[in-house]
């Protein structure tokens, strides 16, 4: 083997090896819609491409009026067309305010673009600001502005946070989105926590949304958590069978001040899971009251030093009645 054949070897052995890290890298990144997203409190992200295709048989619900306009004048349909949700929350000084305690920065990807969506955008913005190249729409709604970019040829950016800082870090981060590794200080800090696979994921203080009186309320419940507690929760098929997401494992880690009120706050929610027990134990025998006392049956609530951390399994048998519309037998 002559000189030149052996650098051209070392040299394609060499441009191997750095797609394999690259590749590697990509795996453990998380989604770009999420490292999108500006600065915030939480964040929440949902892959809705293996929701869809397993929930495929359920009949859509009747569309509004003002909807089906949308979707006429648009040609997007957010059912069929969005693929990713990447969603941002943003804690508001004063709860009362016109955004309420939280604002929402999104990045939606998918077949959510077009000129169409241009025409309508533009004839029902109230202003409009062109920053580094794209044009931001803001659209009155319900008393404040919802701002709206396109910034690539699937993917949406939306924000109601009061000022346009939020946007216009979405669109800087979307010239850096090929980093595998560029997202925000949240992101980084707790992304690796997010069990692989999951197809829904949120990070940070993703309590915000539920809190009211100080409390995070879900269901009904008043659950012992603070709502600018850190949590990371997730959900993900147990089988990645391909087609089918099987059962669900749902999982939620509170990171606690302290030790003791891990186990004070793990002792509360035991008890919470054993009182919904209870109340469920009574109720009928149908598709949707078996998979919650499934999923109530197999929830866990453990603690390890300041981290609570729940588990529970939504089971097949419940997940494929939803997708054959049986739920509610």
């Known amino acids: 083997m002559n000189r030149r054949t052996r650098r051209t070897l070392l040299i394609v052995a060499a441009v191997l090896v750095l797609l394999a890290i690259a590749v590697f890298l990509r795996s453990k990144a998380p989604p770009e819609?999420?490292?999108?997203?500006?600065?915030?409190?939480g964040i929440v992200y949902i892959n809705l491409k293996p929701i869809r295709s397993f929930f495929r048989k359920v009949k859509a619900p009747e569309r509004a009026p003002d909807y089906q306009q949308f979707v006429?004048?648009?040609?997007?349909?957010?059912?069929?067309d969005l693929d990713q949700?990447?969603?941002?929350?943003?804690?508001?000084?004063?709860?009362?305010?016109?955004?309420?305690?939280?604002?929402?920065?999104?990045?939606?990807?998918?077949?959510?673009?077009?000129?169409?969506?241009?025409?309508?955008?533009?004839?029902?913005?109230?202003?409009?600001?062109?920053?580094?190249?794209?044009?931001?729409?803001?659209?009155?709604s319900q008393g404040r502005a919802v701002r709206v970019a396109q910034i690539g040829y699937d993917t949406l950016a939306v924000s109601n946070y009061p000022t346009p800082e939020m946007i216009h870090s979405i669109i800087d981060r979307h010239r850096t989105a090929a980093l595998p590794f560029a997202g925000s200080s949240l992101l980084a800090a707790h992304y690796h926590e997010v069990p692989l696979l999951s197809v829904a994921w949120g990070v940070g203080q993703i309590g915000l949304p539920f809190s009211e009186s100080g409390a995070v309320h879900v269901f009904g419940?008043?659950?012992?958590?603070?709502?600018?507690?850190?949590?990371?929760?997730?959900?993900?098929?147990?089988?990645?069978?391909?087609?089918?997401?099987?059962?669900?494992?749902?999982?939620?880690?509170?990171?606690?001040?302290?030790?003791?009120?891990?186990?004070?706050?793990?002792?509360?929610?035991?008890?919470?899971?054993?009182?919904?027990?209870?109340?469920?134990?009574?109720?009928?025998?149908?598709?949707?009251?078996?998979?919650?006392?499934?999923?109530?049956?197999?929830?866990?609530?453990?603690?390890?030093?300041?981290?609570?951390?729940?588990?529970?399994?939504?089971?097949?048998?419940?997940?494929a009645a939803l997708a054959e519309g049986e739920a509610t037998e």
């Not at 929402?104 to 241009?118: A, C, D, I, Q």
């Open 221 to 319: 419940f008043s659950l012992p958590l603070e709502p600018d507690s850190t949590i990371i929760a997730s959900v993900a098929p147990t089988l990645p069978v391909p087609g089918s997401l099987g059962a669900l494992r749902m999982r939620v880690e509170e990171i606690a001040p302290t030790e003791q009120v891990a186990e004070s706050q793990a002792a509360d929610l035991a008890t919470l899971v054993t009182l919904a027990r209870g109340l469920a134990a009574p109720l009928g025998e149908n598709t949707a009251n078996r998979g919650l006392k499934e999923l109530l049956k197999t929830a866990e609530v453990t603690q390890r030093r300041d981290q609570v951390i729940v588990t529970a399994t939504l089971p097949a048998s419940f997940l």
């Open 33 to 41: 819609a999420a490292r999108l997203l500006p600065e915030s409190d």
């Open 85 to 140: 949700v990447a969603v941002a929350l943003h804690r508001m000084p004063d709860a009362n305010g016109p955004n309420g305690p939280v604002a929402y920065s999104l990045v939606l990807v998918g077949r959510v673009t077009g000129k169409k969506l241009n025409a309508w955008l533009d004839t029902h913005a109230a202003a409009r600001e062109d920053y580094a190249g794209k044009t931001i729409y803001d659209i009155p």
């Open 72 to 80: 006429d004048a648009t040609g997007i349909d957010w059912e069929k």
